[in-house]
């Protein structure tokens, strides 16, 4: 019986992860759930899966929680606050944690999975991306075992030799050829791109997701922080990696050895396979995808990204290849970016212009501690927040005008 942590169970990894968890109760036990306020959910969760422990961020929304259960006479104790999340990952039970939670929230409790030696089941990309070469040494001296959840990089995964290392170049690997299925507006006319809304944005063609992941897979910066994920997990260089844009996202990734093979691995999209491979590895369980219709799919297309229209891809390889703090002000620049877009006060197309705006005045520095991630990280949502202040309410042909 293995223990598992889920690092946001409300959301939509986390949501996967349990249905997985529901069809193999002999194998896995829900040590503790864990969201940041979203009490009615988890409470809903509560009931369904009996965890030992719920943790909600908020502390009002944990006291409406800890209510809720009193009244349903349910045992699960319920704890509050940030640091109740590094808690339960830490508890002798916990076998597996799923770090679902979304951004850069995520990455205190991740590390400290990776320190306690636990299997980490890795969707939350934001916390590599951020800290890639701090996080592989934690997994490294701690002998946790890293699983990563992200479809590209679960099917790199599953493509290379069992005993390939985290953080390690597989011997005999020529270069990863990285899918992506283009996101909602792989057709959109450029001129388009400017007017689009977050429902636009967030109404993904192939993949049900939370709405921050949803947005950076239109702009394709999704794209550009897994360059950066698959660099850190594989101990490749970001020339290494060939985007590909693959529109049926049926491909989920592939990897090509110096002998000329090129292994792929194929599937539904659906998260429930690289959870349930994760939570199951190295057996292989069902997780209740439908089997892949090949003849009805028919055809399978694969064509190059259009930085030009997508110029977040082209902002992350920037920042991969300088390397440092780069990615982690990327990464800043790019939550804040989002998150105002999702606001309504700023535009789609104005997304990759505060981020290159943040990358502009910025210089990439050694990454010694996490402590430094951290005051680079604000650093860079100020910088961020700044510019979108200043284009908050420009006419969209006078934006460069207002950064300049
Ligand atoms: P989501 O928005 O649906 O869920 C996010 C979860 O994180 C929620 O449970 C929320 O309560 C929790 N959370 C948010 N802020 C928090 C905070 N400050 N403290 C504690 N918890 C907090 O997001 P998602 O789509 O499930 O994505 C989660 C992560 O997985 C992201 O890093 C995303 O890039 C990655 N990922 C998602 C998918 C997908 O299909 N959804 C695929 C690959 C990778
Ligand atoms: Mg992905």
Redesign the pocket.
């Known amino acids: 019986m293995k223990g598992v942590v889920i ?8 949501a ?1 992860t349990l249905d997985v968890i529901a069809r193999h109760r002999d194998a896995l036990r829900v040590v503790a759930l ?5 009490d009615a959910r988890l409470f809903e969760q509560c009931l369904e899966h009996r965890p030992d422990v719920a943790v909600l ?1 908020d502390w009002l929304a944990a006291g409406r929680l800890a209510e809720q259960l009193q009244a349903a006479g349910l045992a699960t104790r319920v704890l509050r606050g ?1 640091a109740a ?1 590094d808690e339960v990952v830490r508890l002798p039970e916990t076998d597996v944690v799923m770090a ?4 850069a ?2 990455l205190l409790p991740t590390f400290a999975a990776a320190r306690a030696g636990k299997r980490l089941l890795l ?4 916390a590599l991306v951020m800290s890639g070469s701090l996080l592989i040494e934690a997994v490294r001296a701690s002998g946790a075992q890293l699983i990563p ?3 590209e990089h679960n099917a790199i995964f599953q493509c290379l030799p069992a005993a390939a290392v985290a953080g390690q170049r597989p011997p005999g690997l020529r270069r990863i050829l990285l899918t992506a299925s283009g996101g909602p507006f792989l057709g959109t006319p450029a001129e388009q791109l400017c007017a689009v809304t977050p429902e636009q944005a967030c109404a993904h063609p192939n ?8 947005v ?1 897979s239109a702009t394709l910066m ?1 794209k550009g ?1 897994e360059l950066i994920e698959a660099c850190w997990l594989f101990g490749v260089t970001p020339d290494d990696i060939e985007v590909v844009v693959h529109p049926q996202s049926v491909v989920h990734s592939m990897v090509e050895y110096l002998a000329g093979s090129v292994l792929a691995q194929l599937g539904n999209p659906d ?1 429930r396979t690289p959870i349930s491979h994760a939570l199951s590895w190295p057996e292989r369980w069902e997780s209740g995808v439908e089997p892949l219709d090949i003849v009805g799919q028919g055809r399978l297309t694969f064509e190059a990204p259009d930085l030009e229209r997508f110029p977040c891809l082209g902002l992350a390889q920037r920042a991969a290849r300088a390397g440092g703090t780069m990615p982690t002000i990327l990464n800043a620049a790019n939550e804040t970016a989002v998150q105002s877009f999702l606001d309504g006060h700023l535009n789609f197309t104005s997304i990759p212009t505060v981020i290159e705006g943040v990358l502009n005045c910025a210089a990439a520095a050694p990454v010694p501690n996490l402590d430094t991630i951290l005051a680079v990280d604000r650093a860079a949502r100020q910088a961020a927040a700044n510019l979108i202040a200043r284009l908050d309410g420009a006419a969209p042909d006078s934006v460069a005008g207002a950064l300049g």
């Open positions: 690092l946001g169970s409300t959301g939509s990894v986390g996967s864990t969201a940041r306020s979203n961020v940030e999340l679902a939670i979304v951004g929230a995520g969707a939350n990309k934001e959840i992200d479809s993949w049900v997701m939370g709405r921050k992941i949803s950076d999704n922080l998260m």
